[in-house]
C-alpha cells in the first residue's frame, strides 16, 4: 500500500462528487492509501490570484503546511482536481524561485501559527501517480470487465500538463499519459486532437459567449472522431462540457450529446465495480447509451465489424515513424 | 634561486611602461612608475625605464629596438595591455634588434590594474607590483627557439558535402594529395538532396555534380566513402588517422554501376537518409543517379541475404560478378599533416513540437521533405502533391522558425530558413498555382541578391502573415475547415487571430549539429561548444582554424549558413592549409610542459587530463611523456601532478615563484620585511 | 576655416511653454515585472504573437495578449489597466508553455488583473465582481460556496437568466453535485488571521 496525503478541494465535495466516489471505489484495487489533508481549505481557484498576491498565495500555503504537518512516512500530496494541482505545486515552485515571495507567505502564515518550507513537499497529480508510481501493470492486473469496443476521447484540459515546471509529463500540449491509462482498460482510444484545448474555465459564467465557442468545437471534435464519450481528469471541464452542454446547444441550435465522465470512473468500470458506486449517473448528459456498449456481452474480436480504414492508394507517400506511445487510432 | 638581498644584477633589463592614451595614464602614473624602477630596481638589474604614449606604436617598438642594441639589453619588461594583444608585437620587435623573443615579458598594468582600479593611488602601487613581479621573472627566462616539425603534404577531409567538396578540390588543384572520408555510399550532402537553391533557383544538383565529379576523378584526390574516421593520433604536420572503410559488399573494381543488381532486389524500404523518409530504395542500392562513386552498397540490416539467408538476387543477376557477401570491412591508416572536419548539420525534428502537428497529420511536411517532392528526380517526380501522391494542394502555408529562435528547442536562428521559405513559396506558386501563405516572425534577407528575391516572391503574390504559427490543427472550428489543416496564428500587424485553412503546411525545421557531433570533436580533440557546434579560434577574425593546430572547421560544421558562405569557409580551411604544406614546416611555440622523467612516479593522473590528448604513458619505463607538438601549454597537467614532476618552458616554477616574490616587493628589502609581517601577525 | 557653434539658450521666459507629453509611464513594465510572482521576463517578448495565436478566447479581448505587453512596454498604463484581455484569460497556459522567449505570461495577466482592481480600471465589471464573490465567501467560510457564488453573481449581473438556469441547478441538486448550505472550515478565526497579515504585507508593497 503506497500511502498520500490528499487534498480533495471543493469541487470534489460538490459538482465532482462523482470524481470522488470513483476515486474511493478504485483506491483498494490500486493499493493507493489516501489521508485527506485534516481541516483544509479551499486554494482559491483561478478567482484570489487575480484580486491580490500575497493572499492568495497564503490561502495556497496554509493547506502546504496543515500537509506537511500532518506528514508521517509520505511527503507526496495528491491532488484529482486540476486547479488544486496547479494552485499548490505553483505555490511550492515560486516560493522557492522566488525568496521574497516565501518570505511574505511565511510571515502571513505565522499569523496563525503555521510555518510551510518551500520545497517540503511533492505535489502530484492523481494521474501522474497511478502512471508513475502505481504503474500500468497494476492498473492492467486489476482490469476485470475489459472496455473493449467503447471509443473514447482522452481531455487532460490545460492546467494539468501546464505549465509542467516540474517536467512530470511526456509533453505539456501532447501528454500520452491518459490515452495510455485508458488503453490499459481495453478502450479504444481516438488520438484527439483537441486533448489539451481549453474548455473555457469561468467564462461559463462571465462571457459565456465565449465559453460556449470553446465548449462547441471540443464537443464537435470528439463527435467527428466517433468517440462515444470524453474522458476527463479535470471537474471544471467536466462540469462545462457536461452542464452546459444543453446551454451550448441552445445557443447554437445543435444538438450534440457527447458525455463526459472522469477517468477513475472508467478504471472503476474496468475493475468490475458497480456503476452506482462510481457516481455514474450524476452525468447531465447522460452516459448510459455508450456504457451500453460495454455491458452486454461483447462478441469475440473476428465477428465484430472491423472499422473501415479507408484504403491508401498505392502513390501514397509514406508517413514519419513516430514513437510506439503516439500510435493513431483514425 | 636567486637570493634578492645579495645578487649583484647579472641581466641588463629595459623597462616600459605604457600610458596607452589614457587607458592606463588614467588610472595609473605612469611616470612614477618608470621612475620607481628605474630607481628601486636598479639593484636588480633594471638599467633604463621609460614611459611612453603607445608602446605598440612603431615608435614605441623602435624604442625598444634602440635600446636593445646601443645599451646592450639582454632583458626586456614592457608594461602595458595584455600579451594576447601585444606579446607577439613586442617580440617580434626583440627579435628584429637581435634579441631572442622569448627573453621579453608583456605584464599587464591595463586589463588588471587601470581598467578594474578607480583608486590612483592604490592602482600606481599595484602597478609597480606587477611591474616588479615581471622583472623577477624574466630573470628566469630562457632563450627559447620555436618547434619546428615538418608537414606532411596530404591533408583529409572529413565530410563530402559542398564545404568538403570545395576545399578538397581547391588543395588537389593546388597540386597536393587529400583524401576524403564521407560517411555515406556518395558524396553531396545535404545540397544534393535540394531542388533549387535561391537566390538565383539554379538547381542544386546541376550545379554540384559538376564539383563531385571532379572530386571522383580528380588524380589527386582519394575517395574513401562509406568510411568512417576511427581514431586520430599525433599532431599538426603528422596525424596518424584510421579509417574503418566498411563493407559495401560490391567489388568496385568489377562493377559497372549498371544498376541491375538494384532492379532486381526484391527489399523495397523507405529511404531515410536521402528521401527524407519520402520515398524507397532497395536493400541494395546507389543513393541517387548522379552518385559518386556510382559504386552500389548492400545495407545489411535490411537485406534479406544478411538477415535470413536467402535471396542473393543481386549476385544471381550481376553480369560482372561484382557482388561479394563475404566482403568485410577495412581498416586504412593514413599520414596526414592537416585536417579539415566538413560534417554538416542534422535537420530539427518538428515531431518535437506536436502542436505543429508533424507526423500525426498526414499533409505536415518538414523542409527537406519538401525539398524531395519538388525535386525532379524525387519520389513524385518534381509533382508536388499531397500524402496521398495525387492531390495537388490549393492552399500551402509555409512556416518559419520551426526549433529555432526558441529557448524550448534551440535558441539560436538557424540562418537560412526564411530565405529557404520564400523558395518554397516561389516554388509551390509557380507549379501548382496554389494560394501560398507564409508565416514568419522577421524576414531575414541579408546577402547579395537575397532581399530582392523577398521582392520578387511577394510581386508573384504569396502572402505574408507576420506572426509565430501557434498551432496546426485538424479539429474544424468555424464553416470552411474541414478536411483541411487549419493554421492558427496571431497576425501581429492586423491585431487579431486568425484561422487559415491550407491543403499543405512546410514547416521550415532549423539546423542542428549532428547527432554525434560531440562524440566527432572528441575524436579530433577539438572543442565543441554546449549545443554541438565546433567552436573557431576567433568567431570574427579566425572562423576557420581551431584551437587544435592543424585541424580545421568549414561549413555547418561550425553553424548554421546558406551555400555561398560555406563554399567559402570550404576554400578559407584550404587556403590555410595550402599555406601550411607550402611552408613545409610549422613553427610551434615553444610554451609547454614537459616532465621531469626522474620525477615521474607514473600515476597517469596527467594522461586523462590532457585536453589536447597530448600525453604518452610509456609502458616499458612506467613514465608519462609530454608531445611538445600537441601541448598547448594550459597548464593544467602542471597543477595537477601530485609530486611535481612536471614544468613548462615558459612557466617553469622558478618563474612563477619569482613573479610572486616580485609581487609582493621581497625583491626590494629581502626577506627581512616578510619575517617582520610575520612577527607583527602572530604577536 | 573656423565654425562657429549656434548657441541656444537654454532659458527662454519669453516664448510660450511646451505643451505636455502624453502620458507614458516607462516604470509601468517595471511594476508590472515586480507585482508578479517569480520572474515574468516581460522585457524578453520579440513580439513574435504566438500568444495571442495560441489564446482561445482571443477574439473576445480588446487586445491580443502580444498587444497588451506592446502597450505595457510603451507605458500605455491606463489603457493596458482597463483593457478587458486579463478578465478574459481563462488561464489555458497555452502562451506559457510556446512562448519561445519564456515570458511567464498567464502570472502577467493575473499581475494586471489586481493592478487594474486596485486601481479601479476596468471597463466592465462583470468577471472582477465574480472573483470579488468568490473570494468573499472563500474569506468568510474556508471553502467556497458554488451555490451561493452563483445566485449573487446572476442576480446581479445576468437576472434574466436566472430562471433558464433553474432546470440546471434542479438537475445538479437532484444528482447530489450542489450543496444548497455552505461548509466552514474548522480553523476559521486562525485563517481569517493569516489573511489578515496578508493582505497588510501585500498593501506595504
Given at each position: 500500500?503506497?500511502?498520500?496525503?490528499?487534498?480533495?478541494?471543493?469541487?470534489?465535495?460538490?459538482?465532482?462528487?462523482?470524481?470522488?466516489?470513483?476515486?474511493?471505489?478504485?483506491?483498494?484495487?490500486?493499493?493507493?492509501?489516501?489521508?485527506?489533508?485534516?481541516?483544509?481549505?479551499?486554494?482559491?481557484?483561478?478567482?484570489?490570484?487575480?484580486?491580490?498576491?500575497?493572499?492568495?498565495?497564503?490561502?495556497?500555503?496554509?493547506?502546504?503546511?496543515?500537509?506537511?504537518?500532518?506528514?508521517?512516512?509520505?511527503?507526496?500530496?495528491?491532488?484529482?482536481?486540476?486547479?488544486?494541482?496547479?494552485?499548490?505545486?505553483?505555490?511550492?515552485?515560486?516560493?522557492?524561485?522566488?525568496?521574497?515571495?516565501?518570505?511574505?507567505?511565511?510571515?502571513?502564515?505565522?499569523?496563525?501559527?503555521?510555518?510551510?518550507?518551500?520545497?517540503?513537499?511533492?505535489?502530484?497529480?492523481?494521474?501522474?501517480?497511478?502512471?508513475?508510481?502505481?504503474?500500468?501493470?497494476?492498473?492492467?492486473?486489476?482490469?476485470?470487465?475489459?472496455?473493449?469496443?467503447?471509443?473514447?476521447?482522452?481531455?487532460?484540459?490545460?492546467?494539468?500538463?501546464?505549465?509542467?515546471?516540474?517536467?512530470?509529463?511526456?509533453?505539456?500540449?501532447?501528454?500520452?499519459?491518459?490515452?495510455?491509462?485508458?488503453?490499459?482498460?481495453?478502450?479504444?482510444?481516438?488520438?484527439?486532437?483537441?486533448?489539451?484545448?481549453?474548455?473555457?474555465?469561468?467564462?461559463?459564467?462571465?462571457?459565456?459567449?465565449?465559453?460556449?465557442?470553446?465548449?462547441?468545437?471540443?464537443?464537435?471534435?470528439?463527435?467527428?472522431?466517433?468517440?462515444?464519450?470524453?474522458?476527463?481528469?479535470?471537474?471544471?471541464?467536466?462540469?462545462?462540457?457536461?452542464?452546459?452542454?444543453?446551454?451550448?446547444?441552445?445557443?447554437?441550435?445543435?444538438?450534440?450529446?457527447?458525455?463526459?465522465?472522469?477517468?477513475?470512473?472508467?478504471?472503476?468500470?474496468?475493475?468490475?465495480?458497480?456503476?452506482?458506486?462510481?457516481?455514474?449517473?450524476?452525468?447531465?448528459?447522460?452516459?448510459?447509451?455508450?456504457?451500453?456498449?460495454?455491458?452486454?456481452?461483447?462478441?469475440?474480436?473476428?465477428?465484430?465489424?472491423?472499422?473501415?480504414?479507408?484504403?491508401?492508394?498505392?502513390?501514397?507517400?509514406?508517413?514519419?515513424?513516430?514513437?510506439?506511445?503516439?500510435?493513431?487510432?483514425? | 634561486?636567486?637570493?634578492?638581498?645579495?645578487?649583484?644584477?647579472?641581466?641588463?633589463?629595459?623597462?616600459?611602461?605604457?600610458?596607452?592614451?589614457?587607458?592606463?595614464?588614467?588610472?595609473?602614473?605612469?611616470?612614477?612608475?618608470?621612475?620607481?624602477?628605474?630607481?628601486?630596481?636598479?639593484?636588480?638589474?633594471?638599467?633604463?625605464?621609460?614611459?611612453?604614449?603607445?608602446?605598440?606604436?612603431?615608435?614605441?617598438?623602435?624604442?625598444?629596438?634602440?635600446?636593445?642594441?646601443?645599451?646592450?639589453?639582454?632583458?626586456?619588461?614592457?608594461?602595458?595591455?595584455?600579451?594576447?594583444?601585444?606579446?607577439?608585437?613586442?617580440?617580434?620587435?626583440?627579435?628584429?634588434?637581435?634579441?631572442?623573443?622569448?627573453?621579453?615579458?608583456?605584464?599587464?598594468?591595463?586589463?588588471?590594474?587601470?581598467?578594474?582600479?578607480?583608486?590612483?593611488?592604490?592602482?600606481?602601487?599595484?602597478?609597480?607590483?606587477?611591474?616588479?613581479?615581471?622583472?623577477?621573472?624574466?630573470?628566469?627566462?630562457?632563450?627559447?627557439?620555436?618547434?619546428?616539425?615538418?608537414?606532411?603534404?596530404?591533408?583529409?577531409?572529413?565530410?563530402?558535402?559542398?564545404?568538403?567538396?570545395?576545399?578538397?578540390?581547391?588543395?588537389?588543384?593546388?597540386?597536393?594529395?587529400?583524401?576524403?572520408?564521407?560517411?555515406?555510399?556518395?558524396?553531396?550532402?545535404?545540397?544534393?538532396?535540394?531542388?533549387?537553391?535561391?537566390?538565383?533557383?539554379?538547381?542544386?544538383?546541376?550545379?554540384?555534380?559538376?564539383?563531385?565529379?571532379?572530386?571522383?576523378?580528380?588524380?589527386?584526390?582519394?575517395?574513401?566513402?562509406?568510411?568512417?574516421?576511427?581514431?586520430?593520433?599525433?599532431?599538426?604536420?603528422?596525424?596518424?588517422?584510421?579509417?574503418?572503410?566498411?563493407?559495401?559488399?560490391?567489388?568496385?573494381?568489377?562493377?559497372?554501376?549498371?544498376?541491375?543488381?538494384?532492379?532486381?532486389?526484391?527489399?523495397?524500404?523507405?529511404?531515410?537518409?536521402?528521401?527524407?523518409?519520402?520515398?524507397?530504395?532497395?536493400?541494395?542500392?546507389?543513393?541517387?543517379?548522379?552518385?559518386?562513386?556510382?559504386?552500389?552498397?548492400?545495407?545489411?540490416?535490411?537485406?534479406?541475404?544478411?538477415?535470413?539467408?536467402?535471396?542473393?538476387?543481386?549476385?544471381?543477376?550481376?553480369?560482372?560478378?561484382?557482388?561479394?557477401?563475404?566482403?568485410?570491412?577495412?581498416?586504412?591508416?593514413?599520414?596526414?599533416?592537416?585536417?579539415?572536419?566538413?560534417?554538416?548539420?542534422?535537420?530539427?525534428?518538428?515531431?518535437?513540437?506536436?502542436?505543429?502537428?508533424?507526423?500525426?497529420?498526414?499533409?505536415?511536411?518538414?523542409?527537406?521533405?519538401?525539398?524531395?517532392l519538388s525535386n525532379a528526380a524525387g519520389p513524385t517526380n518534381g509533382r508536388i502533391v499531397l500524402r496521398d501522391g495525387v492531390t495537388v494542394p490549393k492552399a500551402v502555408g509555409v512556416v518559419h522558425c520551426v526549433g529555432s529562435r526558441d529557448r524550448?528547442?534551440?535558441?539560436?536562428?538557424?540562418?537560412?530558413?526564411?530565405?529557404?521559405?520564400?523558395?518554397?513559396?516561389?516554388?509551390?506558386?509557380?507549379?501548382?498555382?496554389?494560394?501560398?501563405?507564409?508565416?514568419?516572425?522577421?524576414?531575414?534577407?541579408?546577402?547579395?541578391?537575397?532581399?530582392?528575391?523577398?521582392?520578387?516572391?511577394?510581386?508573384?503574390?504569396?502572402?505574408?502573415?507576420?506572426?509565430?504559427?501557434?498551432?496546426?490543427?485538424?479539429?474544424?472550428?468555424?464553416?470552411?475547415?474541414?478536411?483541411?489543416?487549419?493554421?492558427?496564428?496571431?497576425?501581429?500587424?492586423?491585431?487579431?487571430?486568425?484561422?487559415?485553412?491550407?491543403?499543405?503546411?512546410?514547416?521550415?525545421?532549423?539546423?542542428?549539429?549532428?547527432?554525434?557531433?560531440?562524440?566527432?570533436?572528441?575524436?579530433?580533440?577539438?572543442?565543441?561548444?554546449?549545443?554541438?557546434?565546433?567552436?573557431?579560434?576567433?568567431?570574427?577574425?579566425?572562423?576557420?582554424?581551431?584551437?587544435?593546430?592543424?585541424?580545421?572547421?568549414?561549413?555547418?560544421?561550425?553553424?548554421?549558413?546558406?551555400?555561398?558562405?560555406?563554399?567559402?569557409?570550404?576554400?578559407?580551411?584550404?587556403?590555410?592549409?595550402?599555406?601550411?604544406?607550402?611552408?613545409?614546416?610549422?613553427?610551434?611555440?615553444?610554451?609547454?610542459?614537459?616532465?621531469?622523467?626522474?620525477?615521474?612516479?607514473?600515476?597517469?593522473?596527467?594522461?586523462?587530463?590532457?585536453?589536447?590528448?597530448?600525453?604518452?604513458?610509456?609502458?616499458?619505463?612506467?613514465?608519462?611523456?609530454?608531445?611538445?607538438?600537441?601541448?598547448?601549454?594550459?597548464?593544467?597537467?602542471?597543477?595537477?601532478?601530485?609530486?611535481?614532476?612536471?614544468?613548462?618552458?615558459?612557466?617553469?616554477?622558478?618563474?612563477?615563484?619569482?613573479?610572486?616574490?616580485?609581487?609582493?616587493?621581497?625583491?626590494?628589502?629581502?626577506?627581512?620585511?616578510?619575517?617582520?609581517?610575520?612577527?607583527?601577525?602572530?604577536? | 576655416?573656423?565654425?562657429?557653434?549656434?548657441?541656444?539658450?537654454?532659458?527662454?521666459?519669453?516664448?510660450?511653454?511646451?505643451?505636455?507629453?502624453?502620458?507614458?509611464?516607462?516604470?509601468?513594465?517595471?511594476?508590472?515585472?515586480?507585482?508578479?510572482?517569480?520572474?515574468?521576463?516581460?522585457?524578453?517578448?520579440?513580439?513574435?504573437?504566438?500568444?495571442?495565436?495560441?489564446?482561445?478566447?482571443?477574439?473576445?479581448?480588446?487586445?491580443?495578449?502580444?498587444?497588451?505587453?506592446?502597450?505595457?512596454?510603451?507605458?500605455?498604463?491606463?489603457?493596458?489597466?482597463?483593457?478587458?484581455?486579463?478578465?478574459?484569460?481563462?488561464?489555458?497556459?497555452?502562451?506559457?508553455?510556446?512562448?519561445?522567449?519564456?515570458?511567464?505570461?498567464?502570472?502577467?495577466?493575473?499581475?494586471?488583473?489586481?493592478?487594474?482592481?486596485?486601481?479601479?480600471?476596468?471597463?466592465?465589471?462583470?468577471?472582477?465582481?465574480?472573483?470579488?464573490?468568490?473570494?468573499?465567501?472563500?474569506?468568510?467560510?474556508?471553502?467556497?460556496?458554488?451555490?451561493?457564488?452563483?445566485?449573487?453573481?446572476?442576480?446581479?449581473?445576468?437576472?434574466?437568466?436566472?430562471?433558464?438556469?433553474?432546470?440546471?441547478?434542479?438537475?445538479?441538486?437532484?444528482?447530489?453535485?450542489?450543496?444548497?448550505?455552505?461548509?466552514?472550515?474548522?480553523?476559521?478565526?486562525?485563517?481569517?488571521?493569516?489573511?489578515?497579515?496578508?493582505?497588510?504585507?501585500?498593501?506595504?508593497?
Amino acid at each position: 500500500m503506497t500511502k498520500y496525503l490528499l487534498y480533495p478541494g471543493c469541487s470534489l465535495e460538490s459538482n465532482a462528487r462523482a470524481y470522488h466516489d470513483s476515486l474511493m471505489a478504485i483506491s483498494g484495487p490500486l493499493g493507493l492509501e489516501l489521508e485527506e489533508i485534516h481541516d483544509w481549505n479551499c486554494c482559491g481557484a483561478t478567482e484570489y490570484v487575480g484580486i491580490s498576491l500575497t493572499p492568495a498565495y497564503a490561502l495556497i500555503s496554509r493547506n502546504l503546511a496543515l500537509a506537511a504537518k500532518q506528514a508521517n512516512g509520505t511527503r507526496t500530496v495528491v491532488a484529482p482536481c486540476s486547479a488544486c494541482y496547479l494552485n499548490l505545486a505553483k505555490a511550492d515552485y515560486y516560493m522557492r524561485e522566488s525568496p521574497r515571495l516565501g518570505v511574505k507567505v511565511n510571515t502571513a502564515l505565522a499569523a496563525g501559527d503555521m510555518h510551510y518550507t518551500p520545497g517540503s513537499l511533492q505535489i502530484r497529480h492523481l494521474l501522474d501517480v497511478i502512471m508513475n508510481d502505481i504503474g500500468l501493470e497494476t492498473v492492467k492486473r486489476g482490469v476485470v470487465r475489459p472496455l473493449t469496443g467503447l471509443r473514447v476521447a482522452p481531455y487532460l484540459g490545460c492546467m494539468v500538463p501546464r505549465p509542467d515546471y516540474e517536467h512530470r509529463w511526456s509533453n505539456p500540449e501532447y501528454p500520452t499519459e491518459l490515452d495510455r491509462v485508458l488503453k490499459a482498460l481495453g478502450a479504444e482510444v481516438i488520438d484527439f486532437p483537441l486533448k489539451t484545448h481549453c474548455c473555457g474555465g469561468h467564462m461559463t459564467q462571465i462571457g459565456p459567449d465565449v465559453a460556449y465557442e470553446l465548449i462547441r468545437r471540443l464537443v464537435h471534435a470528439a463527435a467527428e472522431y466517433r468517440a462515444d464519450m470524453m474522458v476527463t481528469l479535470c471537474p471544471m471541464c467536466q462540469l462545462n462540457i457536461d452542464a452546459y452542454q444543453g446551454e451550448m446547444n441552445r445557443h447554437f441550435g445543435t444538438n450534440y450529446r457527447m458525455p463526459i465522465l472522469f477517468f477513475t470512473q472508467l478504471m472503476g468500470l474496468a475493475f468490475g465495480k458497480d456503476p452506482g458506486e462510481l457516481g455514474i449517473g450524476r452525468e447531465l448528459v447522460n452516459a448510459h447509451a455508450a456504457l451500453a456498449r460495454i455491458g452486454v456481452e461483447v462478441p469475440p474480436a473476428e465477428a465484430a465489424p472491423a472499422p473501415r480504414k479507408p484504403r491508401r492508394p498505392k502513390e501514397a507517400l509514406p508517413m514519419p515513424h513516430m514513437p510506439e506511445d503516439m500510435e493513431v487510432n483514425q | 634561486m636567486t637570493s634578492p638581498e645579495n645578487s649583484s644584477p647579472t641581466e641588463r633589463i629595459g623597462v616600459y611602461v605604457c600610458h596607452c592614451g589614457t587607458n592606463i595614464a588614467g588610472t595609473v602614473d605612469v611616470e612614477d612608475v618608470a621612475q620607481w624602477a628605474a630607481g628601486r630596481l636598479k639593484h636588480r638589474g633594471v638599467v633604463i625605464a621609460r614611459d611612453y604614449k603607445f608602446m605598440c606604436s612603431s615608435l614605441g617598438q623602435e624604442m625598444i629596438e634602440k635600446d636593445i642594441k646601443e645599451l646592450g639589453l639582454t632583458r626586456v619588461v614592457v608594461a602595458a595591455c595584455s600579451p594576447h594583444l601585444h606579446e607577439q608585437t613586442f617580440r617580434t620587435a626583440c627579435k628584429r634588434a637581435g634579441l631572442n623573443p622569448y627573453l621579453c615579458e608583456l605584464v599587464s598594468i591595463r586589463e588588471q590594474v587601470s581598467w578594474v582600479h578607480a583608486d590612483k593611488v592604490a592602482a600606481t602601487g599595484k602597478a609597480k607590483a606587477v611591474l616588479s613581479g615581471g622583472v623577477e621573472r624574466v630573470l628566469h627566462h630562457e632563450a627559447l627557439e620555436p618547434l619546428r616539425v615538418p608537414i606532411h603534404p596530404a591533408t583529409l577531409v572529413v565530410g563530402g558535402g559542398i564545404a568538403g567538396i570545395q576545399a578538397a578540390l581547391e588543395i588537389a588543384d593546388g597540386g597536393f594529395p587529400v583524401i576524403m572520408v564521407e560517411r555515406e555510399p556518395s558524396i553531396g550532402g545535404h545540397m544534393a538532396q535540394f531542388d533549387k537553391t535561391f537566390p538565383t533557383l539554379d538547381c542544386a544538383a546541376c550545379i554540384l555534380t559538376p564539383k563531385m565529379v571532379s572530386v571522383g576523378t580528380h588524380p589527386n584526390i582519394t575517395l574513401l566513402t562509406y568510411s568512417e574516421v576511427t581514431k586520430v593520433d599525433g599532431y599538426v604536420g603528422n596525424f596518424t588517422v584510421t579509417v574503418r572503410q566498411k563493407a559495401r559488399c560490391v567489388k568496385t573494381d568489377l562493377c559497372t554501376g549498371c544498376g541491375v543488381c538494384q532492379e532486381k532486389c526484391p527489399k523495397k524500404i523507405i529511404d531515410e537518409i536521402y528521401e527524407a523518409g519520402l520515398g524507397y530504395r532497395k536493400a541494395i542500392y546507389v543513393p541517387f543517379p548522379q552518385a559518386v562513386p556510382k559504386y552500389p552498397v548492400i545495407d545489411r540490416e535490411n537485406c534479406t541475404y544478411f538477415q535470413k539467408g536467402t535471396c542473393k538476387a543481386c549476385e544471381k543477376f550481376c553480369p560482372t560478378g561484382a557482388i561479394d557477401f563475404n566482403q568485410e570491412d577495412e581498416y586504412i591508416t593514413l599520414q596526414v599533416g592537416n585536417i579539415i572536419l566538413a560534417t554538416g548539420y542534422d535537420l530539427f525534428d518538428p515531431r518535437r513540437i506536436p502542436h505543429y502537428g508533424y507526423g500525426r497529420l498526414a499533409n505536415v511536411f518538414t523542409s527537406l521533405e519538401f525539398e524531395r517532392l519538388s525535386n525532379a528526380a524525387g519520389p513524385t517526380n518534381g509533382r508536388i502533391v499531397l500524402r496521398d501522391g495525387v492531390t495537388v494542394p490549393k492552399a500551402v502555408g509555409v512556416v518559419h522558425c520551426v526549433g529555432s529562435r526558441d529557448r524550448n528547442y534551440n535558441n539560436y536562428c538557424s540562418a537560412i530558413c526564411c530565405m529557404q521559405s520564400l523558395k518554397f513559396a516561389h516554388l509551390v506558386k509557380e507549379r501548382t498555382g496554389a494560394t501560398v501563405f507564409n508565416f514568419y516572425i522577421d524576414m531575414r534577407t541579408p546577402a547579395k541578391a537575397y532581399d530582392e528575391f523577398y521582392q520578387r516572391v511577394l510581386e508573384e503574390g504569396t502572402l505574408f502573415v507576420r506572426g509565430r504559427v501557434a498551432e496546426v490543427t485538424d479539429a474544424a472550428r468555424l464553416a470552411g475547415e474541414e478536411g483541411k489543416l487549419i493554421i492558427q496564428v496571431e497576425d501581429t500587424l492586423a491585431g487579431k487571430q486568425r484561422r487559415i485553412p491550407v491543403d499543405m503546411v512546410i514547416l521550415s525545421a532549423g539546423m542542428q549539429p549532428r547527432a554525434d557531433a560531440k562524440e566527432a570533436a572528441k575524436l579530433f580533440g577539438i572543442s565543441c561548444s554546449a549545443d554541438g557546434w565546433y567552436i573557431e579560434k576567433h568567431p570574427k577574425l579566425d572562423p576557420v582554424a581551431t584551437m587544435t593546430e592543424g585541424i580545421f572547421i568549414a561549413g555547418c560544421v561550425q553553424g548554421p549558413k546558406d551555400i555561398p558562405n560555406t563554399v567559402v569557409q570550404g576554400a578559407a580551411a584550404a587556403a590555410r592549409v595550402l599555406g601550411r604544406i607550402q611552408q613545409k614546416e610549422i613553427a610551434l611555440e615553444p610554451i609547454r610542459a614537459s616532465i621531469i622523467e626522474a620525477k615521474c612516479s607514473g600515476c597517469r593522473i596527467c594522461n586523462n587530463l590532457c585536453p589536447f590528448n597530448a600525453i604518452l604513458f610509456h609502458e616499458d619505463r612506467m613514465v608519462s611523456e609530454v608531445n611538445p607538438a600537441l601541448c598547448q601549454g594550459c597548464g593544467t597537467c602542471v597543477a595537477a601532478c601530485p609530486a611535481g614532476a612536471i614544468t613548462g618552458t615558459g612557466f617553469s616554477n622558478e618563474q612563477v615563484l619569482a613573479q610572486i616574490e616580485g609581487l609582493l616587493m621581497l625583491n626590494l628589502d629581502g626577506r627581512r620585511r616578510v619575517a617582520e609581517k610575520a612577527e607583527a601577525v602572530l604577536a | 576655416m573656423t565654425t562657429t557653434a549656434i548657441e541656444v539658450e537654454i532659458e527662454r521666459p519669453d516664448l510660450p511653454p511646451l505643451p505636455q507629453p502624453p502620458i507614458a509611464d516607462l516604470r509601468f513594465l517595471e511594476e508590472v515585472a515586480a507585482a508578479t510572482a517569480g520572474v515574468s521576463r516581460l522585457e524578453m517578448c520579440i513580439q513574435c504573437g504566438t500568444c495571442g495565436g495560441s489564446c482561445p478566447p482571443s477574439a473576445d479581448m480588446d487586445h491580443t495578449p502580444r498587444q497588451l505587453f506592446a502597450m505595457i512596454r510603451a507605458g500605455m498604463r491606463d489603457e493596458a489597466l482597463r483593457s478587458n484581455t486579463p478578465w478574459i484569460c481563462v488561464s489555458c497556459y497555452h502562451c506559457v508553455v510556446r512562448c519561445p522567449q519564456g515570458v511567464h505570461i498567464a502570472d502577467v495577466m493575473y499581475t494586471l488583473k489586481s493592478m487594474a482592481i486596485r486601481a479601479k480600471l476596468y471597463k466592465d465589471s462583470t468577471a472582477p465582481d465574480f472573483s470579488q464573490t468568490f473570494v468573499d465567501f472563500v474569506e468568510n467560510y474556508g471553502r467556497s460556496f458554488e451555490f451561493g457564488l452563483a445566485t449573487r453573481h446572476y442576480l446581479k449581473h445576468y437576472p434574466l437568466r436566472l430562471p433558464g438556469m433553474v432546470p440546471k441547478g434542479f438537475g445538479m441538486l437532484a444528482r447530489g453535485r450542489m450543496d444548497l448550505t455552505p461548509h466552514r472550515i474548522e480553523g476559521l478565526d486562525q485563517f481569517r488571521a493569516i489573511l489578515a497579515r496578508a493582505k497588510e504585507l501585500e498593501a506595504a508593497s
